[in-house]
């Protein structure tokens, strides 16, 4: 998917959203420099496209899911399925290990979200090297930088009270894990 197409899935998504729309917008817009990083380090994310979006959305919702920031889990639900990631994969994040619903490259990453967002993250050789046969070094800067980002907005979101906004009201919405 080109830049084109990631941004019109953000076109697409941000306007669902029904309430407590400026919640992060209310707390940033107090340290104005901090909103400007934000906003440029989103955009760099964003108009990276050396990995399939779906496998970075894929990264995402699995660290949301494994940081428990409702926030995360509500809008990443919905950037997920605008992706194309399917509904089925999203029910199966906590067993994907085991699910039929996710491929070898799908599992790889899930499994490199994981390793990222424990506390302490520790990335094994064996599981670097796995990534390093499938993805550039490039792709898996993108890759890890998309997965930590995703750890940082879980963990301020949280740290600020800003609350799900309905993204996925009427979807299917990831739960938080364990």
């Known amino acids: 998917m080109s830049v084109l197409g990631q941004m019109d899935s953000f076109r697409r998504v941000f306007p669902t959203a029904r309430r407590n729309r ?3 917008l209310r707390w940033l817009r107090r340290r104005p420099q901090l909103l400007a990083a934000v906003g440029f380090h989103e955009f760099a994310l964003a108009t990276s496209a050396r990995v399939d979006p ?3 959305a894929l990264g995402e919702i699995k660290a949301a899911a494994l940081t428990n920031c409702e926030y995360c889990l ?3 639900s919905a950037f997920s399925r605008a992706l194309g990631v399917s509904d089925a994969q999203l029910r199966a994040l906590p067993t994907f290990r085991e699910s039929p ?3 070898d490259t799908e599992k790889l990453v899930l499994e490199f ?5 424990r506390t302490p993250a520790h990335i094994d050789e064996e599981l670097r090297r796995s990534l390093l046969a499938e993805f550039s070094e490039a792709q898996l800067t993108e890759l890890a930088a998309a997965i930590a980002w995703e750890n940082h907005r879980g963990r ?3 740290a600020l009270g800003v609350r799900p906004s309905g993204f996925s009201d009427s979807d299917f919405c990831v739960v938080p894990e364990q």
Do not use: C, S
């Open 54 to 56: 779906r496998l970075k």
């Open 113 to 117: 979200a994981e390793a990222i967002t």
């Open 156 to 158: 301020l979101n949280q």
């Open 101 to 103: 619903e996710f491929d």
């Open 22 to 24: 400026a919640d992060l």
């Open 74 to 76: 509500d809008i990443g």
